[in-house]
């Protein structure tokens, strides 16, 4: 099939990921604090059709972190990025990766 494609004119491989239900939902999540610094749970639960407390309940103690440190606000409708907050977005965001493993090497980092 390799060199059928090449005989075609097609590139022989592809590149990509299939991602799952959860991967469009947290990239959501991420894409969505990192562009606006906010979300807006109704928004979210209209969109994904589940509760965003109840989904995120494993992020809850992270967020209360984040909160006593005063870079978000955490309120019953909304999840907002504090001024300074707006300045470690990165590190908001990073509590809604999946993939994160604390202690393994990322390709980027943040302060």
Known sequence: SYYAALDQGVFPTQRGKILSAEDILRKWVIHTLMCT?????????????????????????????????????????????TSLGELFIRNIAMAFDAYLKEGQPQFSQSI
């Open 37 to 81: 610094f906010a979300i807006d749970k109704e928004i979210f639960e209209q969109r994904f059709q589940v509760h965003f407390d109840a989904y995120f309940a494993s992020v809850l103690p992270t967020l209360k972190i984040l909160e006593n440190d005063g870079l978000v606000l955490h309120t019953p409708t909304h999840l907002h990025a």
